[in-house]
């Protein structure tokens, strides 16, 4: 490695020009709410890097991805259509951006847990959802790019079908501090009612074994079945780690007292802070997305801080229990509202916006950090570029999808990185 500052950095999604609601994803109540309704990508990408300016200005190491190149022309081409001529849930799926929601690109470990000492990313199949399988070749590109240091890096193809793998949304790790050795858990899914498990034990077991992982340090945790039925299809939902806290519901677990004790016995300072359903229950959990929430360790010995939607704050039980948990003596010393209602009506909260990768900045690909100042450069593009408003009926219009295609390539160019991410 160049250097040793090993931190914590958030890589969040930009959001896409092509931003909708189709409702292309079931058990994800939010997204099956809003199903039909008109989406605003051009206020939805600026919320997002309102976010991360946010992240910054805690004092937070923040990363970027790009939107993918909508409609993926090379997806409909190998169904034999074209996005003219495609069904409108095919079209809908080859133009969805929910390759936004950076939490399910990869898995990763960092350096310190793996036998070869390199940080090492596992790109997510997400073959459960046809809207999303096809993302993976695109963000793998990407993810060649931001970490092609092979000294530092290493970059795993997806978990081979038909084993569902959906990154990060469904791994958490624990550890004294960012970099040190720690505890990864990988936590499944078997049946949730009517809703589909997105992870399956064998990738989540197949990923540990490419990452090079400590079998007696990794934990394989099924989700409770209560949960998935109630709309938390990823892990995330209901549970978020940071170094040595964990925050869970009361329900997000299908055998809980195992999962701690094992957790306990294998990080002795691990703080647990559960919310017990008869303050918070599983449904407002969901809707408020107090869980879907960055959990990070601010500078300087602050303690940790909350990064959760304004979303949260709508209902007001649960915003007084977190209140309440906040002025206690516990590990969560703040909370920070963030607005991204848009990501949010289409089911993702912050903690789905981004992806946690621990490393040294020196070691990737600066084009794929950002500042305020970046940032800056980046929101004029999308005022200047991105669509106002798209309804679903949209996806077909030849005018939408031009303008739609100007936007990608626009923001490439200026990151300068359209000699590398060929559409």
């Known amino acids: ?50 976010k991360m300016r946010t992240n910054i200005r805690l004092g937070l190491t923040q990363g970027l991805f790009l939107p993918q190149w909508r409609p993926d022309g090379a997806w409909l081409k190998a169904l034999g259509t074209d996005v003219g001529n495609a069904e409108a849930h095919i079209r809908a799926a080859a133009m969805s951006a929910s390759s936004m929601w950076a939490a399910n690109a990869a898995t990763v470990s960092p350096a310190a847990d793996t036998a070869d000492g390199r940080t090492h990313l596992t790109v997510a199949n997400l073959v459960t959802m046809p ?34 793998d959906e990154g990060a949304a469904n791994h958490m790790r624990l550890c004294p501090s960012h970099g040190e050795a720690g505890v990864e858990v990988f936590v499944y899914g ?9 992870q399956h034990i064998e990738a989540s077991k197949a990923v540990a074994r490419l990452h090079g992982l400590d079998p007696a340090r990794t934990l394989f945790v099924m989700q409770s079945e209560e949960a998935i039925a109630a709309g938390a299809f990823h892990n995330d939902v209901v549970a978020v780690a940071n170094e040595h806290v964990l925050f869970t519901h009361e329900h997000a677990f299908a055998d809980k007292e195992r999962f701690y004790a094992e957790l306990r016995a294998l990080l002795p300072s691990v703080e647990i802070v559960e919310v017990p359903a008869s303050a918070v229950s599983l449904s407002d959990a969901i809707r408020s997305y107090i869980f879907n929430a960055q959990l990070v360790t601010l500078p300087d010995g602050e303690g940790m801080a909350l990064i959760l939607p304004t979303d949260a704050q709508d209902l007001p039980d649960t915003w007084a229990w977190l ?13 920070v509202p963030v607005n991204v209602r848009q990501s949010m009506a289409n089911g993702g909260g912050p903690a789905c916006l981004r992806l946690r990768v621990v490393a040294d900045p020196a070691d990737i690909d600066p084009r ?3 500042d305020e100042g970046k ?15 798209i309804a679903p009926a949209d996806l077909a219009d030849t005018r939408l999808i031009a303008r739609i295609e100007q936007s990608w390539l626009t923001v490439v160019d200026h990151l300068q990185l359209s000699g590398d991410l060929i559409p």
Request: proline content about 10%.
């Open 1 to 50: 490695m160049t250097g040793m500052t090993i931190r914590e950095i958030n890589f969040d999604g930009l959001v896409g020009p092509s931003h909708n609601y189709a409702g292309l994803s079931p058990g994800n109540l939010a997204s099956a709410r809003n199903a039909g309704a008109i989406a605003y990508p051009r206020a939805a990408a600026l919320q997002g890097i309102e």
């Open 131 to 164: 809207h999303r399988s096809h993302e993976w070749p695109h963000t793998l590109a990407q993810l060649r790019l931001a970490f092609s240091d092979q000294g530092a890096f290493a970059v795993h193809g997806p978990v081979p079908p038909p084993f569902g």
């Open 190 to 198: 078997q049946s949730g009612g009517p809703f589909p498990a997105r």
């Open 323 to 335: 209140e309440a948990t906040v002025a206690g003596n516990g590990p969560i010393r703040r909370l």
């Open 368 to 370: 794929f950090l950002v």
């Open 375 to 389: 940032l800056d450069g980046i929101a004029k593009m999308v005022e200047a570029y991105w669509p106002e408003a």
